[in-house]
């Protein structure tokens, strides 16, 4: 074991720069598209396709970027993490401890996303802002502390626990109803996509025929959900295998380029035979990326491309921009040493789960408050502004908590 985890060390640097601006910029858009429901007279091109509408939105893309990110890190994520030493079964109970985080998560946000009844005697603005304390108080980085403070860490977490348990038996919705798993909410969703994805990769590592298997085995899944070819199981899977095809791509993307990644960090220098080796894989990538967009658009012949209905066109054409985005990131950010340029916004990329939940308490305030923009600031285009300067400034807040030793990680 020790032995195989200083070589995994060696082929998995800690960080690679273009994953974490991935992940920030696909969070900067997510948080960009959310607020977009507050806008007048936003052109139907930059939201969500309606249900069993034939159509791609911008906002229908941005999901899958954040799965693909996904992928992208689980590699090294868990040899990082085989590096310190950590068994399998640890890296194991980590993978299930995390995603119970996010389906815990994923269920109080989209029973909140349902309605609070007034019954209850907490309005929702309220609500939100509990049920947020409640995960920072759970899933907070606490700084190593001495006997006493690592006490009141444990306490805080406790007290946690306690209103979370709370809002759940005390939570009805609009109509009565009990907390409840609904659709799972974005959080749930990607919980049930990064459990599998992480077990295939725990279980084949580096084997990257057994990743790409996997990749295609959702895609057919989802071919076969979505031809209601599922019976009994179908509802059962999230999304038929679309999310988890996404992260698969991100897995096996990442597979490509690991070694690339650990020479660039670890030396400046670069051999024919290592500049050889890139520029292959970049050519294959990047015909892998246009294939899969020629490919998803073709699969419009059996499939209309529909992010609610999670078709196989949308999948692959969402994965192709993927793999595509992330290669133009890797050659400007990790060979051509421009981190600096997305400096603003790295904190979406490294304390991402923090800055998606930020926006809950800040709306929740705007609510409690009573602010409301005058209609020239919400009207398109310049509303689209108002959008923008609301997601650099969630990125800021979530910079601030930074150095407050606010951040959560799961």
């Known amino acids: 074991m020790e032995r195989n985890s200083k070589t995994n060390a060696a082929l998995y640097p800690g960080r690679i720069a273009s994953i974490d601006v991935f992940r920030a910029l696909t969070m900067l858009s997510m948080i960009f598209v959310n607020d977009l429901w507050s806008l007048l007279n936003v052109p139907h091109w930059l939201g969500h396709a309606d249900f069993d509408e034939d159509f791609l939105g ?42 119970f985080a996010m389906l815990v998560m994923g269920v109080f946000t989209v029973n909140y996303g349902a309605g609070i009844s007034p019954e209850i005697g907490l309005k929702r ?47 009805r919705d609009r109509n009565g109803g009990i907390m409840q798993t609904r659709w799972w909410g974005i959080l749930g969703q990607i919980g049930w996509t990064y459990f599998p994805c992480a077990l295939v990769y725990l279980a084949a ?21 979505s031809n209601q070819w599922l019976g009994c199981f179908d509802g059962y899977i999230v999304s038929n295998g679309a999310h988890q095809a996404l992260t698969m791509a991100g897995i096996v993307v990442s597979l490509f380029f ?88 790295k904190p979406a990329g490294t304390a991402t789960l923090t800055c998606y939940l930020v926006p809950y308490t800040v709306y929740s305030l705007l609510e409690i408050w009573a602010v409301k923009f005058p209609d020239f600031i919400r009207l398109y285009p310049v509303g689209l502004l108002k959008s923008l300067a609301f997601a650099f400034l969630m990125i800021g807040i979530t910079a601030l908590l930074g150095k407050l030793h606010i951040k959560l990680k799961i």
């Open 58 to 99: 911008f906002s229908d893309v941005v999901f899958p970027a954040f799965l693909f990110a996904v992928g992208l890190s689980i590699p090294f994520a868990i040899e990082n993490r085989s590096a310190k030493g950590h068994s399998q079964m640890k890296v194991l109970v980590h993978i299930a401890v995390r995603t």
């Open 125 to 171: 603005p309220m609500f939100s802002i509990l049920m947020i304390t409640g995960f920072f108080l759970i899933w907070n980085i606490y700084p190593k502390a001495s006997t006493w403070k690592k006490y009141l860490f444990i306490t805080l977490q406790f007290i946690g626990v306690a209103l979370l348990v709370y809002l759940a038996v005390i939570y």
């Open 205 to 225: 590592r580096k084997r990257l025929n057994v990743h790409l298997l996997a990749l295609l085995a959702f895609i057919l899944l989802n071919m076969a959900g």
């Open 258 to 345: 690991c070694r690339d990644a650990a020479r660039h960090v670890s030396t400046d220098a670069i051999n024919a035979k290592d500049a050889a080796r890139r520029v292959s894989t970049f050519a294959i990538l990047t015909v892998a990326g246009v294939f899969l967009i020629i490919a998803g658009f073709a699969a419009r012949h059996w499939w209309i491309i529909n992010k609610l209905s999670a078709t196989p066109s949308w999948i692959i054409i969402c994965m192709g921009i993927s793999v595509l985005l992330y290669i133009f990131l890797y050659w400007l950010v990790d060979m051509n040493r421009k981190e600096r340029w997305f400096s603003v916004i």
